[in-house]
């Protein structure tokens, strides 16, 4: 977001760096938040959260 004067993957890393007590599910529920509250349509919504629960199912064995 322009807010931040960054980008939002540049935003994410920074805010995971800056507090290491915040883990996957954290990353996840931050992640699937902002789909949800995004203005993206709900075909386009539904798509992001299943690849998101996709990775997170391979890569760290659960769904939050």
């Known amino acids: 977001p322009a807010y931040f004067g960054g980008y939002l993957n540049d935003n994410f890393v920074q805010t995971f760096a800056a ?30 959260t299943a690849a998101l629960d996709a990775h997170f199912r391979q890569a760290a064995g659960w769904i939050a």
Request: proline share 3%; glycine share 4%; charged share 20%.
């Open 19 to 48: 507090l290491p007590a915040l883990g996957a599910h954290e990353a996840y529920t931050l992640a699937r938040n902002s789909f949800e509250a995004s203005f993206a349509t709900a075909h386009d919504k539904a798509r992001w």
